[in-house]
């Protein structure tokens, strides 16, 4: 019996010492986009890393059975020159996967220059089963009503981002610093991790308002000028600032440094956990915690992964 055919390949006709080599031959001959589909009675995740670790990152790995009988696979041959997407561009596109990152705890604002498989390997992370939810996540029904935010030109994102977004720090962290004071006041003594919490929170502070400042007096409004400058509705202007590389560069060091902050309270409060000796007060400092940090993660989605590039790509335009 032919185990190739239509390139779908049956492995069960495979002797067990002959399946791997078989199957890296059959990608091997593949032309660039091609694919092959494995057939196997058993989760063939292990041939995953195998490939991966011989070939590099040089295909798509597709679930389109999962047992229990059956397992069938999709491996493609990635196209030259065609780079995985990291996690800020997969959620630029689709604000679903947002959701899944989060459920793994993969960061993808500040560290979404990192591929699935980066991030994955550093958490330790099943890859195969957070890819399998990313590509589940593509055939549900789409979000009602999605902002375009990869439609808007720079300028507009950045009005919206400080109608939005730094009006939300402004308006809630103060907030979250007195509460954060408060509580490690009354519960320091049986909970000493609200310590930290509460220093943590007083150093986001200091470097979210600084942050702001920074982007509405001078980064902003030099990209709003690169917009006009596109649109032609006005003449260059001599900017003290050489480039817009180097502010964005300093933005995302900063936003590595809060979101680092955020992430160690995350872990100290436990994702948030109350203990049975929490206050009315002390909920209300979680909540207001994880919600902020929800905030936070589009806030510097929206900048890191949009916002940006297109500057960038507008300056590398005009010059």
Known sequence: MQTLTDNILNVTLLEPRLKHPTIFRYFDELTEGESLTI????????????????????????????????WKVRISKRKSGEAEETLGQLVAKDMRKAQIFKKYGLDFCCGGKKTVKEACQEKGLDVTKVERELQLSEKEEAIRNPLPYNDWS????????????????????????????????????????????????????????????????????????????????????????????????????????VGEHLAKIRELTGHYTLPDDACASYSLLYRMLDAFEDDLHLHVHLENNILFPKAIELEKRLN
């Open 39 to 70: 057939h196997n009675d058993h989760d063939p995740k292990p041939l995953y890393y195998q490939l991966l670790g011989e070939r590099g990152n040089i295909f798509t790995w597709e679930y389109l059975e999962e047992g229990p009988e059956w």
């Open 154 to 257: 720079p300028a507009f994102l950045c009005d919206f981002i400080v109608n939005t977004h730094h009006s939300y720090v402004r308006n809630n962290l103060p907030d979250i610093v007195a509460y954060a004071d408060k509580v490690r006041k009354v519960h320091g003594g049986r909970h000493p991790e609200l310590l930290e919490i509460w220093q943590r929170v007083s150093e986001v502070n200091t470097e979210m308002m600084a942050h702001m400042v920074k982007e509405e007096k001078v980064l902003f409004p030099y990209i709003h000028e690169l917009v006009k400058v596109a649109d032609k509705a006005e003449s260059a202007h001599a900017k003290e600032l050489g480039t817009v590389q180097q502010p964005i560069q300093m933005m995302e060091m900063e936003h590595e440094v």
